[in-house]
């Protein structure tokens, strides 16, 4: 039996209202700089895995003074470490409720496959939001004139553990003029206009084509959300 209309139109509201929740509790986030005193590691992961549990910012720093009293632990690193995981963890999770209740979207994420999130139009893709990169070296203007070389760059570079392989690719890469591209993985409306819009408009002749192994080529796409 399909799903009737109403259902359809009921999960519809109730998935964008989930991502107004998400949107309004991101901007708290803002307010603070963002700074890792530390590199990430297994342990205080553990100690700050309540991110996962945690849309409210609320919540979010009553768990983490909890965490501090329990542990001992130095408050100031402790709290911008569990900001920014729980910051990139729902705004990464948003554009993923983006990309995967799109009509044209099938999503595919299970825990056997980490490394594919969705199916569109039949090719599977990885997905990742990246703030334009430092490590690039090279000007804005310069990867828009050259956006394979930007996403072989990212293909390469980006997340050297977990993410590291040669599946097909969809990246949104954001860039504010301000400098602080960060801060733009909050506006979740407005991505989802320009996600909404890439997808509408996709064709095969949007992708990459990358030889990151001998003999396999990978597929990539590029999303600009630029202000």
Known sequence: MGISFATFYDFTILITSYLDIIESELQHRLSHKYVWYRKQNDLWDRQSNFIYSSVKWEDLVLKISETVSRFKIDKNDFFYYAINRWYNYWSALAVELIFTHLDEIVSTRNQRNELIDFS???????????????????????????????VYWLCKNQSQQQRKHIENRMFVVVYAKDGDHWKLKAQISWLKDIIS?????????????????????????????IK
């Open 197 to 225: 819009t890439y997808v509408a408009t996709f064709d095969d002749s949007k992708l990459f084509r990358l030889q990151l192994q001998p003999y396999k080529i990978a597929k990539a796409g590029l999303i600009w959300a």
């Open 120 to 150: 569109l139009f039949g090719e599977k893709f990885d997905y990742s939001t990246s703030n334009f990169p430092k490590g690039f070296k090279k000007s804005l203007e310069y990867a828009l004139d050259y956006p394979k070389e930007l």
